[in-house]
């Protein structure tokens, strides 16, 4: 099930996409954020899970199963499409950059931006950008 535009979008220098999604539910910590998690489709940690979930039907569902996640921290995860899994860490990209790996374009690295001290917290703090459909 394909999920955002990640395959009609080409990467530009200078330039940022921003897709809104719902979240279902009140996640501690994404209250006023400008964006809860940083989405990079054909990116992993590779072998840095602390949970596998399988039989996941969404990406959004992966995203609330770690915003959702118990005893511990969950940093990061990574939605595999074509297996519907879902992987959580308790590390990301910044606490393990050599882990940080080109993957197969169905496996998708999301990074938790809800966390305590995370880089972007209030859109006032993010460089401005137009709200600009792509038809």
Known sequence: MF??????????EGQSYFEKICLRGDYQ?????AWAFDRLPGKELRGLDDVKLPLVQSRRDCLEACLAARGFTCRSAEYDSQKAECRLSSEDRRTRPHDYVDAPSHIEYLENQCLPGKYITHSSQVTRYLQKPIK
């Open 29 to 33: 910590g994404c209250s006023g954020r």
């Open 3 to 12: 999920q955002g535009r990640g395959s009609e979008l080409s990467p530009r």
